[in-house]
């Protein structure tokens, strides 16, 4: 009864070679959220959707982007992957964005990013 | 900036001893607090939050705003309490989006 999924859990690209990393969701969740994380280290947000609205954290850098075509996936997308690049990437989802609360967050098992 | 703080990379408690783990934080105003659990091979899951003031696998944890602080405490460890733990924080300045602390792992040992 797997609620997010993350294809493929290990991903291997070359410095500079284009990757995508996918998400999906059983949950029918309005919000979709994507973090990094590297080795012994927090996981740290790099964007979110709020249903189709694509919100941007401010340190996240251009090389990365995202796509939500529908409510059940989500896609990052890193257009020139570079050394520091490599981590675990998650993504997660909460059923809402409510003004005073913070919805749990579901997370799916992650993609590990290998860049040669 | 709000800000969470985990001073503990490593925690080793034998089974049956108390556990707490430290969570400081920095926020200006009234945050949310909350504690993930990553156990081998599983995929980072909820806990605990502080405004549900529950027990959860013998897990409780007091938000103190005094201190700063939301350390999660358990009376007696189990080895399958052995696991990386996250502390988070939300809050009205940021969205309501998580910032995560880096994480304390436990060793609970037989």
């Known amino acids: 009864d797997a609620m997010v999924i993350q294809n493929p859990r290990y991903q291997v690209t070359q410095f500079g070679k284009p990757v995508t990393l996918s998400c999906s969701q059983t949950l029918n969740h309005n919000v979709m959220y994507w973090y990094q994380q590297k080795s012994s280290q927090a996981p740290k947000l790099l964007f979110h959707y709020y249903d189709k609205d694509f919100n941007n954290e401010a340190d996240t850098p251009d090389n990365f982007q995202s796509r939500r075509p529908n409510t059940s996936f989500c896609f990052l997308d890193i257009r020139s992957p570079g050394l520091g690049d490599a981590a675990m990437y998650l993504c997660?989802?909460?059923?809402?964005?409510?003004?005073?609360?913070?919805?749990?967050?579901?997370f799916g098992p992650g993609t590990r990013l290998t860049v040669l | 900036a709000q800000r969470v703080t985990q001073p503990e990379k490593l925690l080793s408690v034998f089974k049956g001893a108390p556990v707490e783990l430290k969570c400081n934080y920095s926020?200006?105003?009234?945050?949310?607090l909350f504690w993930y659990v990553q156990y081998s091979r599983q995929r980072l899951q909820l806990l605990l939050r502080h405004i549900s003031r529950e027990s959860i696998k013998g897990f409780t944890a007091d938000l103190n705003k005094g201190e700063t602080s939301f350390h999660l405490k358990k009376p007696f460890a189990q080895e399958e309490d052995s696991a990386m733990y996250y502390c988070a924080l939300s809050g009205s300045n940021a969205g309501n989006m998580l910032t995560f602390g880096g994480g304390t792992r436990l060793m609970v040992k037989p």
């Open positions: 997660a989802t909460s059923r809402d964005l409510l003004a005073g609360r913070t919805d749990t967050q579901y």
């Open positions: 926020y200006s105003g009234s945050p949310e």
